[in-house]
């Protein structure tokens, strides 16, 4: 394509985007055929961070890269934006509650929200990765009142590529053979990942992982808290928080939603409740969606047993807090 996308990551000297850059960077999202503009955002004091992190963009020559906007102004990151990728915020560090950091973090997002409604393209495309990243997509939308509610999205997709990953290593299978494994709610410890529609990929036909793996209560119990987990998990090695893993699922995230998503494919995106299974009215909440034409749409019609209906109920009551503390945060 001719015309040069502008892709906006915040955050930019951060570890999230210096994994995520590159990705973009070698048409991994947009496609091969598509030039990039990228607006990179950070902070006044992390300007002569950005500048390496430029200087490193330069030198790796990336072929579709027309431009690099490197700014410290937000309204000559978000201006004209086609996509943007909100990753900037405090990160959560070890012992850390994500609670201690909304008050923090919805802040950015409030003034985000504004410099999106005021400067970027009309059907800009947002994934927010920063942390509470449901709520802050919530407070990013409730500020950008111009931007269609449905194109302000939050990252789960982290969740369900570490549960399919955990799943075919139990099952000992390769990560492309298993499917729809389903992360419902908010991008937390509360979250849900739902094994009840996993399929396994066997001598070229899709079953039911039941099928394939007899340990029931592994799939229905143990994947839960290992996948609820595992961001804590890699804070504690790390000492730092998921970043090439975080990148990646991010870049997976905004391909599918440009590209489509396979036939009988689902994914996970955190996108705007309009009361489907239950799900209060407004709120960001992960569901298994699908991919047509650059929009999403909630996988229809999933029945929901006693189990699913109690775990669900207590990520929707954890998001609902979250609204309220946010409203009154970003009303102070
Ligand atoms: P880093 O601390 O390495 O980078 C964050 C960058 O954001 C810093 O350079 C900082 O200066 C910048 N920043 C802060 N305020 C800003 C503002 N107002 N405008 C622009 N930039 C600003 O953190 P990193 O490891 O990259 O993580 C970034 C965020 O992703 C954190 O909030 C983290 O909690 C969140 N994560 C979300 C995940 C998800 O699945 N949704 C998983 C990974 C990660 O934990």
């Not at 072929?63 to 405090?90: C, H, Q, W």
């Not at 950091?101 to 985000?112: G, M, S």
């Not at 407070?139 to 969740?159: G, Q, V, W």
């Not at 970043?243 to 391909?255: I, L, N, Y």
Request: net charge neutral; hydrophobic share 45%; with cysteine.
């Amino acid at each position: 394509n001719k015309t040069p996308l502008r892709v906006l990551i915040t955050g930019a000297a951060g570890q999230i985007a210096y994994s995520l850059i590159p990705l973009i960077a070698k048409g991994e999202v947009f496609g091969q055929n598509q030039e990039i503009i990228l607006h990179l955002l950070d902070i006044q004091p992390m300007l002569g961070v950005l500048n390496g992190v430029n200087m490193e963009i330069s030198d790796c020559a990336f072929p579709l890269l027309r431009n690099v906007v490197p700014t410290a102004s937000v309204e000559e990151a978000f201006k004209d934006i086609d996509y943007a990728f909100l990753v900037g915020a405090m990160p959560r560090r070890e012992g850390m509650e994500r609670k201690d950091l909304l008050k923090a973090n919805v802040k950015i997002f409030k003034e985000q929200g504004g410099a999106l409604d005021k400067y970027a393209k009309k059907d800009v495309r947002v994934l927010v990765v920063g942390n509470p990243a449901n709520t802050n997509a919530l407070i990013c939308s409730k500020f950008a009142p111009s931007i269609p509610k449905e194109n302000i999205t939050a990252m789960t997709r982290l969740d369900q590529n570490r549960g399919m990953a955990q799943i075919a290593d139990h099952i000992k299978t390769r990560v492309q053979d298993v499917r729809k494994l389903v992360i419902w709610g908010n991008h937390s410890n509360t979250q849900f990942p739902d094994t009840r529609f996993v399929e396994v990929s066997k001598d070229g036909n899709w079953v039911a992982v039941a099928n394939v793996q007899h340990d029931a209560k592994w799939l229905k119990e143990s994947l839960i808290p290992i996948v609820q987990k595992r961001g804590a998990e890699v804070i504690a090695a790390r000492k730092l928080s998921s970043a090439m893993s975080a990148a990646q699922a991010a870049a997976d995230h905004m391909k599918d939603w440009f590209h489509g998503t396979k036939k009988d494919e689902w994914v996970s995106m955190a996108v705007v409740s309009k009361g489907e299974y239950g799900v209060p009215e407004g709120l960001v909440f992960s569901f298994p969606v699908t991919v047509a034409n650059k929009q999403w749409k909630i996988v229809p019609d999933l029945a929901l047993d006693e189990f699913a209906r109690e775990k669900i109920k207590i990520t929707t009551t954890e998001l609902e807090e979250e609204r309220t503390e946010a409203s009154a945060a970003t009303a102070e």
